[in-house]
């Protein structure tokens, strides 16, 4: 069974502060990205990670950045975070060589709140 | 434009009625469309998945997809209380057309007991 699992259902920081979003998966699969969720917007794509120490910026990369030192764990950044980016942000992986995958296991997501 | 819409709804019916949820989208490259189903304070997991045009069951839920027309619809049967979540329907093209999954805001449901 797929898991997806992410460091943190909850989190608050203040306006400024640097934040990690950490997001481990015990398939083995070649494929990780990062969305964010917002009302209305529906899932955007921030970065994903075709391979390990590869990463390719989504449709939302200002503000982000990401890390990916081992196949299973893909961190998502926050260098300065602003209110701007409280949301909830989603953790997917996914097998199939370049993206040819169809399916996306995702995680429980984490609601995060910048003060 | 967006490249793909959906209605955000909420949309809420009584117990056991057809319920009809549907995307349009933009980018005729696209060729896969699936469906995700997500439950409050979860992530999103896949439903159903078609490839091109045509139409696909799995129990009480059928998809079907229109090429022409730009439009895809998932289908519930027999709606139950456990189905309440929201959908989101999902689309991406093949090997020319391009890997990223492009997904819809999603639409609300309800179904009262």
């Known amino acids: 069974d797929v898991k997806v699992t992410q460091s943190s259902r909850y989190l608050v920081k203040r306006t400024g502060e640097k934040v990690f979003l950490e997001c481990v998966q015990d398939m083995d699969h070649e494929n990780m990205f990062w969305y964010r969720q917002d009302p209305g917007l529906g899932l955007r794509l921030i970065y994903f990670?075709?391979?390990?120490?590869?990463?390719e910026k989504g449709d939302i990369p200002e503000g982000y950045s990401v890390s990916r030192e081992k196949k299973e764990r893909f961190s998502l950044i926050l260098e300065s975070a602003s209110t701007n980016q409280t949301s909830m942000y989603l953790c997917a992986s996914s097998s199939g060589l370049a993206g040819g995958d169809n399916e996306q296991f995702f995680g429980p997501g984490t609601r995060l709140t910048v003060l | 434009q967006k490249e793909v819409e959906q209605d955000p709804g909420p949309l809420s019916v009584p117990e056991g009625a057809i319920v009809s949820l549907n995307c349009t989208y933009s980018n005729s490259a696209f060729q896969y469309f699936m469906w995700y189903r997500q439950y409050s304070r979860k992530g999103p997991e896949l439903l159903m998945y078609t490839y091109s045009s045509g139409n696909k069951e799995d129990g009480r839920f059928t998809a079907q997809v229109d090429k022409s027309s730009k439009y895809i619809s998932l289908f519930i049967r027999d709606s139950q209380p456990s189905d309440s979540a929201t959908y989101l329907c999902a689309m991406k093209g093949g090997w020319t057309g391009g890997f990223k999954t492009i997904f819809g805001a999603g639409t609300r449901l309800f179904v009262k007991a």
């Open positions: 990670s075709y391979d390990v120490k590869m990463k």
